[in-house]
């Protein structure tokens, strides 16, 4: 394992922040504490200092309790809030009713915390959206200090470049960062055309559902709810995990690895976003690291190529 995992600005004007990223859909919920300490403790050893650390419960299911769980995570493990940059997430299924400031509210007390240092706007579902609003109350919480940069979540490259124009007038940098789908598999929206002016602008990208919900890490059938199938290619992917597989036991690396290793390969990455549920998944996973380096970035586009499977599957603009 690297002595130090490298670090990436999040866009033109965000903090610096490890190339990997730690998230958290669901995923203290489902470990017995101490492991979750221990691993969180060895996350921040080895440099990892980006926490993706949403409020995941909806309206109608059942309670949960990630967030509030890794709050008393760091406490056990001695980790101070100095030593980690928090990521949130804002919905907008609610927005302009549920204003950010009571969403952010709520999410700082939940995780114990003034203020995070990322929010991540989720997914725009809703025509109605007013952009140039939500730029300005960005903007008064970045000026507040509850806030330290935001981005957005599978948004498409013309909204971005829209809020970013408000937030500028606002007074904000505007985006710094671009969640998106990003792996050997789903590569058309991050390698297209559009997407390229939004970071030639800017915004970075933390490449995000690397793994599809575990496919391709060899989880053919995962058991939890995993993310939307834009172009509807999961079938395709199944394919995809088989023959990554077998270039991960050519190359010496598991097929987890392979793909963490790709993401970092695209020079607009920052932070690839992973989740981890056990200490040996989370070392396995920074050790990609070893395999770009041993494997090199070139060869292993190249490599992946033939895995592509959203090419011409969807619109490179984005949702």
């Not at 300490?37 to 980006?50: C, N, P, Q, S, T």
């Not at 970045?142 to 909204?159: D, F, H, I, Q, R």
């Not at 470049?161 to 970013?164: A, S, V």
């Given at each position: 394992m690297?002595?130090?995992?490298?670090?990436r600005?999040?866009?033109?004007?965000?903090?610096?922040?490890?190339?990997?990223?730690?998230?958290?859909?669901?995923?203290?919920?489902?470990?017995?504490?101490a492991?979750s300490?221990?691993?969180?403790?060895?996350?921040?050893?080895?440099?990892?200092?980006?926490f993706?650390?949403?409020?995941?419960g909806?309206?109608?299911?059942?309670?949960?309790?990630?967030?509030?769980?890794?709050?008393?995570?760091?406490?056990?493990?001695?980790?101070?809030?100095?030593?980690?940059?928090?990521?949130?997430?804002?919905?907008?299924?609610?927005y302009?009713?549920?204003?950010?400031?009571?969403?952010?509210?709520?999410?700082?007390?939940?995780?114990?915390?003034?203020?995070?240092?990322?929010?991540?706007?989720?997914?725009?579902?809703?025509?109605?959206?007013?952009?140039?609003?939500?730029?300005?109350?960005?903007?008064?919480l970045?000026?507040?200090?509850?806030?330290?940069?935001?981005?957005?979540?599978?948004?498409?490259?013309?909204?971005i470049?829209?809020?970013?124009e408000?937030?500028?007038?606002?007074?904000?940098?505007?985006?710094?960062?671009?969640?998106?789908?990003?792996?050997?598999?789903?590569?058309s929206?991050?390698?297209?055309?559009?997407?390229?002016?939004?970071?030639?602008?800017?915004?970075?990208?933390?490449?995000?559902?690397?793994?599809?919900?575990?496919?391709?890490?060899?989880?053919?059938?995962?058991?939890?709810?995993?993310?939307?199938?834009?172009?509807?290619?999961?079938?395709?992917?199944?394919?995809?995990?088989?023959?990554?597989?077998?270039?991960?036991a050519?190359?010496?690396?598991?097929?987890?690895?392979?793909?963490?290793?790709?993401?970092?390969?695209h020079?607009?990455?920052?932070?690839?976003?992973?989740?981890?549920?056990?200490?040996?998944?989370?070392?396995?996973n920074?050790?990609?690291?070893?395999?770009l380096?041993?494997?090199?970035?070139?060869?292993?586009?190249?490599?992946?190529?033939?895995?592509?499977?959203?090419?011409?599957?969807?619109?490179?603009?984005?949702?």
């Open positions: 690297p002595t130090q995992i490298p670090r600005r999040l866009g033109a004007a965000g903090p610096e922040a490890s190339v990997l990223s730690l998230g958290s859909w669901h995923t203290y919920d489902r470990m017995d504490f492991d300490v221990a691993m969180v403790r060895h996350a921040v050893d080895a440099g990892i200092d980006l993706d650390v949403a409020v995941y909806m309206p109608g299911h059942p309670p949960v309790f990630t967030d509030v769980l890794f709050s008393a995570i760091v406490r056990a493990a001695g980790i101070a809030r100095d030593d980690y940059l928090l990521s949130t997430k804002l919905w907008l299924e609610g302009p009713g549920r204003s950010l400031r009571d969403q952010l509210a709520g999410a700082l007390f939940r995780v114990g915390a003034d203020h995070a240092d990322v929010a991540v706007l989720g997914d725009i579902r809703r025509d109605d959206i007013d952009l140039r609003r939500l730029a300005e109350d960005l903007a008064a970045e000026k507040e200090g509850l806030l330290g940069c935001w981005g957005v979540n599978n948004w498409s490259a013309t909204a470049r829209t809020i970013r408000h937030a500028l007038a606002a007074g904000s940098p505007g985006p710094r960062l671009a969640q998106l789908k990003y792996s050997p598999c789903r590569r929206i991050p390698d297209g055309e559009p997407f390229a002016a939004v970071f030639a602008e800017g915004v970075a990208m933390q490449a995000s559902d690397v793994l599809e919900g575990g496919i391709l890490a060899g989880n053919t059938r995962p058991s939890r709810q995993i993310g939307r199938d834009p172009g509807e290619i999961r079938p395709r992917i199944l394919e995809a995990a088989e023959g990554i597989a077998g270039l991960g050519e190359l010496d690396a598991t097929p987890a690895q392979l793909c963490i290793a790709f993401t970092l390969t020079p607009a990455t920052a932070t690839v976003l992973f989740g981890a549920s056990s200490m040996k998944q989370l070392t396995d920074i050790a990609a690291l070893d395999v380096e041993r494997v090199g970035a070139e060869r292993l586009r190249s490599l992946m190529e033939p895995f592509w499977a959203d090419r011409d599957a969807v619109d490179p603009e984005g949702p």
